[in-house]
């Protein structure tokens, strides 16, 4: 009696592992799915896919259009300052010399500003050679293309700018160093792109061709601390793009003190990209 007590206990035991490894798989499966479903929301939410966007760094980041803007106050800046990006192993010395380009947060093909109040005044800059290695770059337009780059000849500075109202305080945002760049082909995707300049009509681009690639760096200015790279892995590819004549006044206020400007045309469009070293 003991003996079939046993057996019928054993033959039970083997039951319920089934039943409970037939619920494991359940489970694991049923969660599979639901894992594939949340990621598939995420994606319809966002209006992007993986292979639209590289990752969420260049999601969350603005485009900028530049526009030619001559400073019609105020002589040259002539500021030394020391410069140190990725590229580089100690800081080097450049003079920011004069405003050249306003760049405006722009909406690219209705997908949005992430930050309206952040803007850039763009410095030209007098420095030794300091040609870095090509890079690989990737964004919307293009993934793991080799650029060429040259010297540094533009200083990214965040800024303020209105048309109307006195500019405030600049916002927070990275410092960037733009090298002149060479790119295989150009972008030969039609683009809307519109700021707060096109006076709400969209410009739309045809082609778009590398001219500089920006870096973020820190900045050391006299008597002032040591600037922080903000965020690390935003670069910007700037593409030349068809000109939009307009005739605007604009005020601007970066650290180095406020301007006033005139707007003449868009030349440039900035596009958020990441980097690797070729």
């Given at each position: 009696?003991?003996?079939?007590?046993?057996?019928?206990?054993?033959?039970?035991?083997?039951?319920?592992?089934?039943?409970c490894?037939?619920e494991?798989?359940?489970?694991?499966?049923?969660?599979?799915?639901?894992?594939a479903?949340?990621?598939?929301?995420?994606?319809?939410?966002?209006?992007?896919?993986?292979?639209?966007?590289?990752n969420?760094?260049l999601?969350?980041?603005?485009?900028?259009?530049?526009w030619?803007a001559n400073a019609?106050?105020?002589?040259?800046?002539?500021?030394?300052?020391?410069?140190?990006?990725q590229?580089d192993?100690?800081?080097?010395?450049?003079?920011?010399?004069?405003?050249q380009?306003?760049?405006?947060?722009?909406?690219?093909?209705?997908?949005?500003?992430p930050d309206?109040?952040?803007?850039?005044?763009?410095y030209?800059?007098?420095?030794?050679?300091?040609?870095p290695?090509?890079?690989?770059?990737t964004?919307?337009f293009?993934?793991?293309?080799?650029?060429?780059?040259?010297?540094?000849k533009?200083?990214?500075?965040?800024?303020?700018?209105?048309?109307?109202?006195?500019?405030?305080?600049p916002?927070?945002?990275?410092?960037?160093?733009?090298?002149?760049?060479?790119?295989?082909?150009p972008v030969?995707?039609?683009?809307?792109?519109?700021d707060?300049?096109?006076q709400?009509k969209p410009?739309v681009?045809?082609?778009?061709?590398?001219?500089?690639?920006c870096?973020?760096v820190?900045?050391?200015?006299?008597?002032?601390?040591?600037e922080?790279i903000?965020?690390?892995?935003?670069?910007?590819a700037?593409?030349?793009?068809?000109?939009?004549?307009?005739?605007?006044?604009?005020?601007?206020?970066?650290?180095?003190?406020?301007?006033n400007?005139?707007?003449?045309?868009?030349?440039?469009?900035?596009?958020?990209?990441?980097?690797?070293?070729?």
């Open positions: 009696m003991l003996k079939v007590h046993l057996h019928h206990l054993a033959i039970l035991g083997g039951l319920l592992a089934c039943a490894s037939a494991n798989t359940a489970n694991a499966s049923r969660t599979a799915t639901d894992t479903t949340t990621s598939t929301m995420a994606t319809a939410s966002t209006g992007t896919t993986k292979s639209d966007v590289p969420d760094t999601a969350r980041a603005d485009h900028f259009k530049f030619r019609h106050s105020g002589p040259p800046l002539g500021m030394t300052v020391f410069l140190k990006g590229f192993k100690q800081p080097w010395k450049a003079t920011v010399d004069q405003i380009y306003v760049g405006n947060p722009a909406d690219k093909k209705n997908e949005g500003i309206l109040k952040l803007h850039y005044v763009v030209t800059i007098k420095t030794e050679s300091q040609t290695p090509p890079v690989l770059v964004n919307q293009v993934t793991r293309e080799r650029w060429q780059l040259h010297d540094p533009w200083l990214l500075v965040p800024a303020d700018v209105q048309q109307v109202d006195m500019p405030g305080i916002p927070k945002g990275n410092h960037y160093v733009c090298y002149a760049a060479t790119a295989p082909t030969t995707q039609q683009v809307s792109v519109v707060a300049f096109d709400n410009e681009l045809q082609s778009l061709e590398a001219r500089y690639f870096v973020p820190e900045k050391t200015r006299p008597n002032h601390d040591t922080r903000v965020d690390a892995e935003t670069h910007l700037v593409y030349a793009i068809e000109n939009r004549k307009h005739r605007i006044p604009a005020r601007s206020n970066d650290q180095f003190g406020p301007r400007l005139d707007v003449d045309h868009s030349e440039f469009l900035a596009v958020p990209s990441l980097k690797h070293i070729d």
